[in-house]
């Protein structure tokens, strides 16, 4: 009777762990096709004769998280590289950035009344036609109000590549 009882509670219980309930919502995939893109690291900053050491990297990383956020992939490349656009070919990419900083000026916002300001140059184009590129500039200065009263810390001005940022590259990419 014990064995009986053990093979009906067995019965019962994968019976009831093979019937999961299944709810499903209809998915609209976006027609955008993901791409790959090759970012190449900047030059670091220079502004009033201060330069900003490691500043270039720090924007490649925002540049890498804001095209992410676009739906499409980033590798990062070094332009001191011997051939960097081979590195770029080598990893799967199918378009370059190449991020140029024209402006670049981190104060201690909070303290001095002068705000942060970054401006870069976004150049696109397809890896295997370099002469089709696209490009836009992007500018942006920190909230003086909001330094002044929320920003305890120095944020770099390479923060300021929100999410304005992001909305600026998705127009930019194919």
Known sequence: MKKI???IATTILSACSAMPV????????PSHVAEVVCVLIPAAATFGGKFYAGSG???????????????NSARL???AQTDPIA???GNGSSLILQPTIIYYEDNLTGWSGKPDQISIQLTLYPINQPDQKRSTVYTARSNLVYS???EWGNAKPSALLGDE?????RQLLP
């Open 22 to 29: 299944v709810t499903t919502q209809p998915v609209n995939l």
């Open 165 to 169: 940022f992001v909305a600026s590259l």
């Open 77 to 79: 490349v070094s332009q």
């Open 57 to 71: 990297d720090e924007v490649a990383e925002k540049i890498r998280e804001a095209i992410e956020k676009t739906g």
């Open 87 to 89: 590195n770029c070919r």
């Open 148 to 150: 002044a009263f929320l």
């Open 5 to 7: 009882s053990a093979a």
